[in-house]
């Protein structure tokens, strides 16, 4: 997948000094080991930091080796100040882990405390302000530390990956969805960049490559892609060259950025001017690791990007759309399981859906935009969507929002692409969402969401919501089972 970090994540153990700083490297080199033969890349850092001038030698030799992800273990009680300050002083994201005692053999000379040392470190760690990741359970043998380094790195992909993030946009949000005019300032207050153009600034660098000679290769490729589906052979060419125009533009104008995404209007001023929809390019982008929201969201943008890094697979930005009829429901009973009737709804939007993620994809055209724009004629301004039932399997649905206080929060969920066919049009499937029912009323509606979501197609729940915290969000939703109520939920209902 282009368009996200690779990281490469360090191990370094602390030690405190009335400690033997042997049970520390012994400990790493166990972990170390415990990484190699679970196949997680690691470099095993050599510096063990007892005080802060270890702390300067230790941001030496990470700098030397490239490190840009860090994982500070706790071999014995270990000192809070320097630990504190190698994670406050390390640009990249940084988990803390600590050591469980090996042996009931060797509780005397061999015993590190690191379940004490862990608290005093924590309590270091708010005097700096300062939130890494720490695992729910940050003790652990070798093993176990592995296993957490393992679930830390798509943790540290999405920080990394959003603290290098450039947003671009083009056209202004549409008066029609005030749910994208959300402030911008917590993007930046997250570290992302934004860069907002017109719909003249899109048109003109689109113009620009009137007689660029990858137009006819990005055509067949194109084709070769859609296979039967390839229902307008005669549109490629113009789609092919918005695709280059919009990649071009983003490979000139990251700047000090390492990652773009962008956030674009898509109607209906759009068609009059291409003379296409902007749907199959946009899910093109996307299958390679670079998301365009449509309808200028650009908060949808960053949650789908956010998907992209903790799957490393193509996401979907779609409509939380509509119920599932009981006739629907009724007939689908051997597919359904034991999902409730309002556990159940469709994701649907125009056509921007990777086509690996279709069962059948198909260009089509825009069935809403030709209502308005094309009625009672052939297609034409309205062509280029992608079409066809999401394929079932399990995903996630995330969205990390602003308020119109500037304050941020999000919500995730797990949940399935069931096999029913959804018997309407665009890129659209049946979603099961456990208490779908309660989560829409008192999270979706009680906190202002909007319509998006994007969809991880893998259960990424605990990398999406570790990353947010990580990330300064303060309130991450999620959905409630049976019984457990939501702050504003009627328990006589």
């Known amino acids: 997948m282009d368009n996200v970090p690779i990281i490469k994540m360090g191990l370094i153990a602390v030690s405190r000094d009335a ?32 005080n802060d001038s270890d702390v300067i030698t230790a941001l030496r ?40 005692e090996d042996s009931g053999k060797d509780l005397i000379h ?22 890494p990741y720490m695992p729910e359970n940050p003790i652990g043998d070798p093993g176990d530390v592995a296993s957490m380094i393992a679930e830390f790195i798509p943790i540290a992909r999405i920080v990394q990956g959003v603290r290098n993030l450039k947003i671009f946009s083009f056209g202004p949000r549409p008066f029609d969805f005030l749910t994208c005019h959300a402030p911008i300032q917590p993007l930046f207050d997250l570290g992302i960049e934004i860069m907002e153009n017109s719909e003249l600034d899109l048109y003109d660098i689109v113009r620009a490559e009137d007689n660029n000679p990858d137009i006819e290769a990005v ?20 789609l092919a060259q918005y695709e280059i125009a919009l990649e071009k533009f983003m ?45 200028a969201d650009i908060y949808g943008s960053l949650s789908e990007y956010m998907a ?6 193509p996401p979907a930005i779609l409509d939380i759309n509509n119920t ?62 992608i079409e066809g039932q999401i394929k079932s399997g399990p995903v996630s649905i995330f969205r990390l929002q602003a308020t119109a206080e500037a304050q941020v929060k999000a919500y995730v969920a797990h949940g399935e692409v069931l096999n029913i066919n959804p018997k309407s049009f665009g890129c659209i499937g049946v979603f099961g969402v456990k208490e779908m029912a309660r989560f829409y009323r008192h999270v979706l509606i009680e906190h202002r969401f ?31 089972p049976q019984h457990l109520y939501y702050p504003t939920e009627n328990p006589f209902s």
């Open 110 to 131: 061999g015993r590190g405390d690191a379940y004490c040392g862990l608290l005093s470190t924590s309590y270091s760690l708010g005097l700096r302000r300062l939130s």
């Open 219 to 238: 055509a067949r490729e194109m084709a070769d892609e859609l296979g039967k589906g390839n229902t307008y052979p005669d549109l490629l060419n113009k």
């Open 324 to 385: 599932v009829p009981k006739d629907m429901y009724a007939e689908s009973a051997d597919t359904i399981g034991d999902y409730k009737l309002d556990d159940l709804w469709m994701g649907f939007h125009c056509g921007n859906t990777t086509t690996s993620c279709i069962v059948q994809p198909i260009m089509q055209h825009q069935l809403i935009m030709h209502r308005l724009m094309e009625p009672g004629q052939e297609p034409n301004i309205t062509r280029g969507t």
């Open 308 to 313: 992209i890094c903790a799957t490393l697979m």
């Open 61 to 100: 030799e990470i700098e030397d080796k490239g490190v840009n992800c860090l994982t500070i273990y706790l071999g014995n009680f270990g000192p809070e100040g320097p630990t504190t300050l190698l994670t406050q002083r390390f640009r990249g994201p940084v988990m803390i882990t600590a050591a469980a």
């Open 251 to 295: 490979n000139a104008n990251l700047g000090i950025s390492q990652y773009g995404a962008f956030a674009n209007k898509c109607w209906p001023a759009f068609e009059k001017y291409f003379g296409h929809v902007p749907c199959y390019m946009n899910s093109r982008l996307a299958s390679r690791g670079i998301p365009v929201a449509c309808e």
């Open 19 to 50: 400690f033997p700083a042997q049970l520390s490297i012994k400990r790493r080199n166990a972990v170390a080991a415990a990484c190699r033969e679970k196949s997680i890349e690691i470099v095993e850092l050599e510096t063990i930091v007892e």
């Open 450 to 480: 909007p319509h998006h979501t994007a969809v991880a197609f893998a259960h990424a729940g605990k990398s999406l919501f570790a990353a947010s915290k990580m990330l300064g969000v303060g309130d991450v939703y999620f959905n409630l």
